[in-house]
């Protein structure tokens, strides 16, 4: 199997806090992690490339000292938004992706930021 | 600028029948091609995919035929069933090892009873 698991799974949270999201691969390693952000009937949006034991590798766009991102084992990823603010809200998903060369990725079940 | 298109965004079907979801892509680095299926508030699960050196993949009802040179692939579910229901994206990965994907924007495929 390849299960990635997410928490929480929803949070609310009041303008200038921060968050912390945490993305876990339960059945395997992934020396890879991507965190996705989607907006309502919108695709998937690439934020960053998170790879353990080194920095996040971020998109274009997207602020790094906002989204801190760390990858600190082979089977944890956490995003911290920080200063956080009601255009933050959003559905934050996280994926893994497998060591072997694989190229599938396998998404965790995603978390709600709703900022207040 | 999106790589990876998918043009309809919705789709209609009746249980029993094909469902057909198309998906148009413009960078030819792209060598493997992947559909997700995503219900509301939850992670994409990994449905099927397909390299660039086949044409065709199988797997039960779902079959994904790719054309290189059209730069275009397809989903076929048949048949379709009422658990099909959510939306659909296309992915593409490109011929390196970062595992990145381009998705589509996604179809929001409804079968009928």
């Known amino acids: 199997g390849a299960v990635v698991s997410q928490h929480p799974s929803r949070v609310i949270c009041k303008s200038g806090t921060s968050v912390k999201i945490e993305c876990r691969s339960l059945?395997?390693?992934?020396?890879?992690m991507f965190w996705y952000r989607q907006f309502p009937k919108q695709s998937l949006m690439l934020m960053a490339t998170?790879?353990?034991?080194?920095?996040?590798?971020?998109e274009q766009g997207v602020e790094k000292d906002k989204f801190l991102i760390n990858h600190a084992s082979l089977t944890l990823s956490t995003l911290t938004v920080t200063s956080a603010h009601p255009e933050d809200s959003s559905f934050y998903i996280c994926?893994?992706?497998?060591?072997?060369?694989?190229?599938?990725?396998?998404f965790g079940p995603g978390t709600r930021l709703t900022v207040t | 600028d999106q790589q990876v298109k998918q043009n309809s965004p919705s789709l209609s079907v009746q249980e029993g029948r094909i469902s057909i979801l198309n998906c148009d892509y413009t960078n030819s680095m792209f060598d493997y091609f992947l559909w997700y299926k995503k219900y509301p508030a939850e992670g994409p699960t990994f449905l099927i995919s397909?390299?660039?050196?086949?044409d065709k993949n199988e797997d039960g009802r779902f079959t994904v035929f790719l054309n290189k040179s059209a730069k275009h692939l397809s989903l076929h579910i048949v048949p379709s069933q009422p658990g099909d229901s959510a939306v659909y994206f296309c992915a593409a990965n490109p011929a390196s090892s970062d595992y990145k994907l381009s998705f589509g924007a996604g179809t929001t495929v409804t079968v009928r009873a």
């Open positions: 998170s790879n353990e034991g080194s920095k996040a590798t971020y």
């Open positions: 994926s893994a992706g497998k060591l072997a060369g694989a190229y599938e990725q396998y």
């Open positions: 059945d395997f390693q992934a020396t890879t």
């Open positions: 397909i390299s660039s050196i086949k």
